[in-house]
């Protein structure tokens, strides 16, 4: 098994530096396509800046020793000295102005890749806990991190021409000098990495307790969770939890930063040593007349720039090579091919290339000996799965949690592809239609259904997005779904915010959020209509409520619904039970009961149980 803390040390090491540049042509190519001017403008800016050190050097070296020469000498080098600062100042402040732009249009386009990304995967690479984990370092890091690593590039860019060309003052004069100072920061380089490798084990190490700190402040925050840490009064628990995770945090802290203090502090004595050195050896050469006063100036600031920049660079590449995680999660996840996570039959036959044919009606759907497991799990969720329907039948399916009803109803939607089999739609598999075209004709409403904390009219509206300020849709969807009496008392109607997230917000119950998801299901037109568990939230009489309007509008239509009531689903045409992944039994109501099997045992379990409900509600109302 790897040792874990030995993957950590890799992350910052010599061969990983050497790796950081490898990223820079991807990186470019996701800096010209954030915008391909402020990227230009920001590359000869640095390139400028690059520069500017040595030619200012220069300049103060030419007016300083201009000072025994001539008049019009004296004037033209301080002329040449004044225009370049005055270039050192406007370039910065231009650079200060892109690099602000920049960041902003550099965080959109890669919010919005990211985005673009997601809305391309299939359920299963979302369900997948990698993709996950890639997603969430993504998003956390986005805002930010990407200028960053574009700012160390571009520094290491800027420096390593500065340091070229500040060289050459110091060449002239004697070349061991350059060489010496170069060699100090190449050493310093070398303790700086062992420092980041334990700066990066430590903060490797607090990410489980970094999570925890999180949630237990989100546990604060929330109001959802805020009842019960209100109600039973343990507030303080959790704060007291908190603040010992971020004390020990802050006594790592404070031992990392007396070793970076030690360590900057040595480096920086053994810089001293050597500039005062040097130094000394310029003044020698005045005083022997060997070169001139400005000369001295010049030296003494190229060795101050060199020294600067060589550490700037030293910190600059160190941080790029701690960003590598980073550009890694970022290009691993904008290269996940959808649906690489789904797991197929090895046997199976491969899916048929998409003809993009437009599903104008759906007909006629079957199941035709399909299976499917889920990635990482040996045991198939559903296993040879048949059945048919046709326009104008309604299915019930039932059974024990876990029995693979929802993974049957993701099949259909093609939100999973099957593992083994087939599905057809009016004859041809599935994989001929259009995704889109063909999920377009579905409507449905989910166990984990979405509560937007945005007005009703999206709510309702996001059913079909195009219908969406279309007044009489939205009330024949709600009329459909039973709230349209109660859309009535609301202060906007559909034009009122929904949840506590924002300003103005009015709550619904739990039950007042699912009739909206079911009203957002039957704003579609759509041929097959699908109600996954709407019982989570009703009670038994609004869910039958539902089911009677759902059999009204499913009329002529496909209807498929999921529910542990059993007394809601005998309506249905044909009712299929599932147990382990597999059909036991299908068939009407009646005939299920006659069969006395799965489903008839099941049946009468509950009305046995509905019937002593309603005797004890007898019995108590009588005593009182």
Same mark, same amino acid.
């Given at each position: 098994?790897? /040792? ?5 040390? /890799? ?115 979302? %369900? ?23 700012? +160390? ?29 170069? $060699? ?11 420092? @980041?490798?334990? #700066? ?15 949630? $237990? ?21 959790? !704060?007291?939890?908190?603040? %010992? ?45 060997? !070169? ?18 060589? #550490? ?32 197929? /039959? ?13 599903? &104008?009606?759906?007909?006629?759907? %079957?199941?035709? /000996? ?26 019930? !399916?039932? @059974? ?13 939607? +093609? &939100?999973?592809?099957?593992? #083994? @089999? ?12 259009? $995704? ?5 004709? !579905? ?46 008392? &609301? ?88 147990? #382990? ?44």
């Amino acid at each position: 098994m790897p /040792d874990n803390r030995t993957e950590t040390m /890799d992350m910052i090491s010599v061969p990983n530096v050497i790796r950081s540049f490898g990223y820079w042509p991807r990186v470019f190519q996701l800096l010209w396509k954030a915008s391909p001017f402020y990227l230009l403008a920001m590359t000869s800016l640095n390139l400028i800046q690059g520069f500017l050190p040595a030619l200012s050097i220069g300049a103060t070296q030419q007016l300083i020793n201009s000072l025994t020469s001539s008049w019009d000498e004296m004037v033209g080098s301080f002329l040449f000295f004044v225009g370049v600062m005055l270039c050192t100042l406007l370039s910065s402040s231009l650079q200060s102005y892109v690099e602000t732009l920049f960041q902003g249009k550099l965080s959109n386009s890669i919010n919005l890749q990211v985005m673009e990304k997601a809305a391309s995967l299939t359920l299963s690479d979302f %369900e997948n806990a990698k993709v996950q984990d890639q997603l969430k370092r993504v998003q956390n890091d986005s805002g930010h991190l990407p200028f960053q690593i574009t700012k +160390q590039m571009f520094g290491i860019v800027s420096n390593l021409v500065s340091l070229a060309a500040i060289s050459a003052i110091l060449v002239v004069w004697k070349w061991w000098v350059a060489l010496l100072l170069f $060699l100090i920061p190449l050493v310093s380089f070398v303790f700086y990495l062992r420092f @980041g490798q334990r #700066q990066f084990v430590v903060n490797w190490k607090r990410a489980d307790r970094s999570r925890t700190a999180w949630y $237990l402040s989100y546990l604060l925050t929330r109001d959802s969770s805020f009842k019960e840490v209100k109600l039973y009064n343990f507030a303080s628990h959790l !704060i007291a939890k908190y603040r %010992e995770i971020v004390e020990g945090f802050l006594r790592e802290d404070r031992r990392l930063a007396r070793k970076q203090a030690g360590l900057t502090f040595t480096f920086q004595f053994i810089d001293l040593g050597m500039f005062s050195l040097i130094l000394f050896l310029a003044f020698w050469s005045a005083f022997q007349r060997q !070169i001139q006063l400005g000369n001295v100036v010049g030296i003494i600031q190229a060795i101050t720039q060199i020294q600067s920049k060589s #550490q700037s660079m030293v910190q600059q590449v160190l941080g790029l090579c701690q960003s590598n995680l980073y550009m890694e999660q970022l290009f691993a996840f904008l290269d996940i091919r959808a649906g690489r996570t789904e797991r197929r /039959d090895k046997d199976a036959p491969a899916p048929d290339k998409p003809e993009d044919r437009p599903v &104008l009606r759906i007909e006629r759907i %079957e199941f035709k /000996d399909v299976s499917f497991s889920y990635p990482e799990q040996n045991q198939a969720t559903l296993r040879h799965i048949g059945f048919t329907m046709e326009r104008g039948e309604s299915l019930a !399916i039932v @059974g024990h949690n876990g029995s693979g009803k929802s993974t049957l109803i993701k099949l259909l939607m +093609q &939100l999973y592809t099957a593992g #083994q @089999g087939q599905i057809l739609v009016n004859g041809l598999p599935v994989q001929a239609y259009d $995704l889109s075209a063909y999920q377009e004709r !579905i409507g449905a409403v989910f166990q984990d259904f979405v509560q937007y904390e945005m007005p009703l009219r999206h709510n309702v509206g996001y059913g079909n997005i195009e219908e969406m300020d279309n007044e009489r849709k939205l009330w024949q969807a709600s009329s459909a779904a039973g709230i349209d009496a109660f859309i009535e008392k &609301l202060p906007k109607r559909f034009d009122t915010q929904l949840g506590r997230w924002f300003e103005d917000g009015y709550q619904l119950s739990g039950g007042q959020w699912q009739r909206v998801a079911i009203a957002r299901a039957f704003m579609r037109d759509a041929d097959v209509y699908i109600l996954d568990e709407p019982s989570s939230f009703l009670d038994p009489q609004a869910e039958r409520e539902v089911f009677e309007r759902f059999r009204e509008l499913v009329n002529g239509r496909i209807g498929i619904f999921i529910s542990h009531r059993l007394s809601s689903v005998a309506f249905a045409d044909k009712i299929m039970v599932l147990h #382990q992944g597999e059909v036991v039994e299908i068939g009407t109501h009646r005939e299920l009961m006659n069969n006395n099997g799965t489903y008839a045992k099941l049946y009468r379990i509950q009305a046995d149980t509905y019937i002593r409900q309603a005797a004890e509600q007898r019995d108590y109302t009588n005593i009182v």
